[in-house]
């Protein structure tokens, strides 16, 4: 069974189509990058899959359950964490609180059955810390330096410093901890090298194939082309709210509608379509329309 | 039959009339919010000076009405350019609330400066038309309907025609509508910012000569009011949308008239209040809207400035609060330990606005509404039914904190400004439910005859007896809050304050945690209410009021905000700061909105930074 | 139209930006002369439009200069930009879209005050845009996607600029509206009009531009005639992959 199955999805704003019935899957230990121009609704795409938005129409199944009508901050507790587009960091938390904020849903306090007493304890153990409590933190506290342990030296001197002080390649680093903090079954990952200079990528490229190798399900939106092509087994190629390719990276890479949806579409060309040969001479009749008069 | 119809046509003129005026207010807070995304609490403040500004021209110059009108427009539009150029154009590029905060702080300073040139008291308020009343169809109409109606249409015949054709109206209305288009059409936004304010305050300032003139009576008081009355008119018609804040304000009028005929006029204020909490919850758009959505908000929902807190060490606290007490031993002067014993109370209701608002980032400007809970609730608890203070103290934080989280619930999907209008009408809400709910709370009368506090069989009467227990209960409220904001669950709180969106990503339910935040909150501002209730004696719906809420915010502020520490620093600072010098007892609230806009725009980290 | 003695009617020199801990460019320089058609071309995010923010003074740079007629701008107000002769079409459009037709057209013209010579330009805009004479009372909000594009363009010609920038004209059109945005820039630039314009769009950029410039994660990575740049086989790897 498939473990993200997304069936016939859309999303509008505003009547215009930013998902438009998006189908795909992906299995356990998959590793599948969505790539498409900007606005093609990869980003909201994650959204819907995170439960930050709902879908218009359509299903997502998550290991067999549906998601659609979830609470926002059940979709953690099954064990699906992101980072986001344009960094999403808790700005005035510590570096070493961002991480721990990542393991929320596993901490003993929210696991209680009801609000009630899930409010309850929170405050018990706010108050008078019992033994097991510190233990957990303690321990979460231990796994959270081992997780940063992975960026080498970037980011362990910084344990303490408040996450605005850092610079963006930290920053996108610290998210990605956060969400490895939750365990996740399945990690989405939105533009993950945004902003990294080419050294900053590789060493991105290499953590991530760490991650793969290690049987973590990624989802991954990203624009460096090269990067997806090193580390995808599947590609989804997405433009305008729609899923226009899907398939091997190489095969995705020479798709002649995948370099169309990139590079705009070809009109005067080799290998155009008669219709649009047709479209591109509608100019000049229309500059009529214009030339009336002098500008 | 005949005599119902004949109240309902009165009370329907009348609720226009009224409702003319507060479309007057509305108005000029819609276009601000429009042009600059900004919600004006000085509103009010300008209306008032508009009021006393016309009140000086009739009573002191004996000026012509219409000469009276032009005064008042003038010198209204000048205090709203001086606010806009000094208050807030400084603030460009801060965070929404900081401005917001500002204007908080100019009505405090403009609010005293009128009193203090004027006096506490109202003046009679001359009225230069002839004493008549018509009787049109059964329906009685005076001069003075005549009058508002009259300026109220030509003003929005004006208005309308000065956005629709003239340059000035077209760069404002492309500002409002996109402020970086309009830039790139050659517009100088911050000359039309400041042009707005200028008409947003003459409207103000002649809706308050109207008021003065329509009631006879002109007091420093009608500037909250006032400010309130617009606020619901313009959630009413839809933040920021012009012609839904005229009808917004005629809405509210004759919803207010009629209200007023079923219910008695002692009801007459809390229908603002509570259309103002229903419409933003449950329409944020507004009621004309044609298609409702979840008004924009920014994603940062408080006054949180980078920079991390001065280090206080440990070692220091333990030193610090044993000055604390032995102080009534080396000065035993009970007029200086009076003025602490209040600082100690109100340093707890600081601690629990640094909470919501600091820790967990819900700005909260309704933290006086715990209190009156608390205190209405003990002196019930033991003047009804007997209980011993030490009992109902608990039981009265209990109670606050249950039902001020209640109260406050409906607004948690409310962010930033939103959120600081919301509690700040839900602690009025309070204060008028006190007022009318005659049967448990003796209404206007107030309760009196509360006993001091006491404990265990210790009677606190002398000053330093109570002292004492305020500062063992601030220090146990310290405490608690310090365990509480260290542990997992603090740093729950901090996320949700830093991005709701990221928090809820990671599984952080936001309601139970905003939940949890003002339960927190509610049972230690109720347990400081319960405590100065009784030390005063005698409480009534007029002990806690928002000032009282905004003031405990500026010691936040001030302070440094979620800086457990820096609140009480605050407390003391403000508290004593106008008794020490002894000269600016009577210009307190000028230093308290001084300080606020002074921290806001230059230490905006507070004295000990945020944490 | 001065510049005609070589120097370049704008110029971008040694151009650094940068949003708090991410740069946008480095090292930027490029340059448009009067009565040309520049594109600068790039893939998501490599800057583009951050460079129409530069130029328009909506975004300060951390170095370098902005030459406009030789005149540094760097640091000017954008209103006073605009006063000195730079026309916007902003990406998405920007539409006042609650102001009708007529309206947002004279805000074109709103830095102006020659109130003769802006009727007269006004009754051009009419007679070269029949769509939005048919419109004039509409609000801006109600016009196709098409029409709100031809309406910024009407609109930025109202300031009678001596360079229209234009942020992705062709961005989220109808096929049909793109070639009419497309034949409409070619026309304007046949009467004079300098045009530099940021567009994803490559191939069809290109076809009526006179040169183009390729910005890669803020970096002008190739340059040259439009035809040169259609023709290189590279470009495609410059939008689809990065050069190793």
Redesign the interface.
Known sequence: MALLEIRRVSRAFDGVLAVNEVSFQMDEGETVSIIGPNGAGKTTLFNLITGLDRPNEGDIRFDGESLIDLPPDAYARRGIARTFQHGRVFGNLSVLDNVLLGAHSRRRATQARSSFLHLARELFYGLFWPSSVRQEEQALRAEAEMILAQFGERLLPRLHQPAYSLSYANRRRVEIARALMLKPRLLLLDEPTAGMNPAETAEMLEFLHTLKARGQTILLIEHKLSLVMKLSDRVVVMDEGRVIAEGAPEVVRSDPRVIEAYLGHHRTGEGVAADEVAASQAPRAVVADFSEGAI | MESFLRTFSDQTINGLVIGNIYAFIAVGLALIFGVGNLINFAHGSVFMVGAYVGWVCMTWWNLPLAVAFVVVALVCALVGMAIERFALYPLRGAPPIAPLLATIGVSFMIDQAVQLLFSRNPHAFPNPLIEHRFQVGGVTVGAIDLLIAGVGVVAALTLYAFLRFT?WG??L??TA??R?????????VNAVNRMTFAIAAALGGIAGLLVGMYFNTVYPTMSFQATFKGFAAVVLGGLGNVPGAVLGGLLLGLIESYGVAIFGATYRNLFAFVILIAVLVWRPDGLFSLKPRVAQEPLTGTF?A?G?PVPTPKWLIAPLIGVAFVLPILVPNPYLLQILTNAWLLGMVALSVTLVTGTAGQTSLGQAGFMAIGAYASALLVLRLGWPFELSMMAAASISAVLGTLLVFPAFRLRAAYIAIATLAIGEIVNQIILNWEGLTKGAMGIAGLPPPSFLGWQMIRPHEIYYFSLALLCLAAL?QW??VR??????W??L???E??????????N?YK??AF??AAWIAGLSGAVTGHMYTYISHETFTNTTSILALTMVILGGMGNLLGAIVGAVTLTALPEVFRGLADYRYLVYGLTLLLVIRFRPQGLLG?D | MSASNGQPLLQLKNIDTAYGPIQVHFDLNLHVHAGEIVCLLGGNASGKSTTMKVILGLVQPLRGTVLFDGRAITGLPTPQIVRLGIGSVPEARRIFAQMTVRENLLMGAYHRKDRRAIADDYERMLALFPRLKERLHQRGGTLSGGEQQMLAIARALMGRPRLICMDEPTMGLSPLYVDRVLALIQQINAQGYTIFMVEQNAHLALQIAHRGYVLQNGRIVMEGSAQALLNDPEIQDAYLGEKQ
Request: hydrophobic share 40%; aromatic share 4%; no cysteine.
């Open positions: 340059r077209w760069a209305r492309a509508q996109d970086e288009a309009a830039l790139q059409m050659g517009v100088n949180i980078k991390r608690t365990r509480l542990s997992p669950l603090g740093r729950t901090r996320s304050r830093e991005d969106i990221a928090a809820q990503a990671f599984g952080v339910n936001l139970r939940t949890l339960g927190v945020t």
